[in-house]
């Protein structure tokens, strides 16, 4: 009789347990960066381990980082839409041409900061550029802190960059980049430290935030950022976003843990958190290397504003051959900027 017992409740508590995992709903979380990366450990983890608290353990995510589902950086956002993965953190410009409108913010020397870019850029997208991410659910959209030059020698002025080859992100710098003189060679950012290595190229240009994964510090010795209060020289775009039949197939309390995470202060929390906070460190990286960091004169900044001023125009005949207002968004974007300004 006991042993009956015993089975019966060994039994009952296995079926406990299978309910109770049955019950859990596993998101899989890919994107481009290695699992050590400052996005992961300081936006993508932090955030993953919020909703699994909030939602009693019913909400739990696997992380992929480093493309481990298969594809490349610009595939992520057809992952999501296709339900190769639930939720994907990635840059939308790095496909070309598809994001025409939300890549304003890439546009040169638009956000001081990252809190202010990354709230800006949310509500411009929530009531501009939604037609661009259907079949994605936007959880919350940043920016960067904004890009500062990394180089093997001294970049001061324009005559510098001349010839030289500069990696950049996207379209935008890179026409940035070429509008300056310098040579733009675009690429992924864990390819950059091995470009820099082999003298494939000569600088690059990327936020403070990607010095601990990609060790730039240990293989450049100059750096060039922007005055303070002053925006930098450009930007990347960031979603954080989630395949919208899966958020549809969610239990509404489900959903509602998902949606007190995600907005206007989530998207101002990725951009402080995970960017704003670590300029200091991440720069002090490079000081305690005994590296240069140098900032750009304001009559020397000026100079670089008036010769990329054809990058604006270049956009607005994107915007245009798309059937839109580009001169409203801008006037729109930069008003946001205004608006979410630091203090």
């Not at 509500?123 to 802190?145: R, S, V, W």
């Not at 935008?172 to 082999?198: E, F, H, N, Y």
């Not at 604006?312 to 930069?334: P, R």
Request: glycine fraction near 8%; charged fraction near 25%; proline fraction near 6%.
């Amino acid at each position: 009789m006991r042993s009956t017992l015993t089975k019966l409740a060994i039994a009952g508590a296995l079926a406990f347990a299978a309910g109770a995992v049955s019950a859990q709903t596993v998101l899989k979380v890919h994107h481009f960066l290695p699992s050590g990366s400052s996005s992961q450990q300081k936006i993508i983890a932090p955030w993953c381990a919020k909703i699994e608290k909030e939602s009693g353990g019913e909400l739990k995510c696997q992380i992929y980082p480093a493309m481990q589902l298969g594809g490349t950086p610009p595939q992520l956002l057809d992952q999501v839409r296709d339900g190769v993965a639930d939720i994907v953190w990635s840059v939308p410009t790095y496909s070309a041409g598809r994001y025409t409108k939300t890549e304003v913010f890439e546009l040169p020397f638009m956000a001081v900061n990252a809190k202010q870019g990354s709230q800006a850029l949310w509500e411009y997208t929530q009531k501009n550029a939604l037609d661009e991410f259907k079949g994605i659910k936007p959880l919350f959209m940043h920016t960067t802190e904004g890009y500062v030059m990394h180089s093997n020698m001294p970049i001061h002025k324009l005559e510098d960059l001349k010839g030289k080859k500069i990696r950049t992100a996207t379209r935008i710098s890179a026409r940035m980049m070429a509008a300056m003189g310098g040579t733009p060679v675009q690429m992924p950012l864990p390819q950059v430290p091995d470009a820099l290595s082999k003298g494939v190229v000569d600088g690059v240009l990327v936020p403070w935030e990607a010095i601990p994964a990609t060790k730039l510090h240990e293989i450049v010795k100059y750096h060039l950022d922007a005055p303070m209060g002053s925006p930098r020289f450009a930007n990347t775009i960031f979603i954080f976003g989630m395949n919208q039949g899966k958020y549809d197939s969610l239990p509404p309390k489900l959903k509602k843990v998902i949606d007190d995470n995600s907005g206007l202060a989530a998207s101002a929390w990725a951009g402080e958190e995970g960017f704003d906070n670590i300029v200091e460190p991440y720069s002090k990286l490079a000081r305690d290397r005994g590296n240069t960091i140098a900032v750009i004169s304001k009559e020397e900044l000026a100079r670089w504003e008036k010769a990329t001023a054809n990058v604006d125009e270049i956009w607005l005949k994107d915007v245009a051959a798309k059937g839109g207002d580009g001169k409203k968004l801008i006037e729109e974007a930069k008003a946001l900027l205004k608006k979410y300004e630091p203090k």
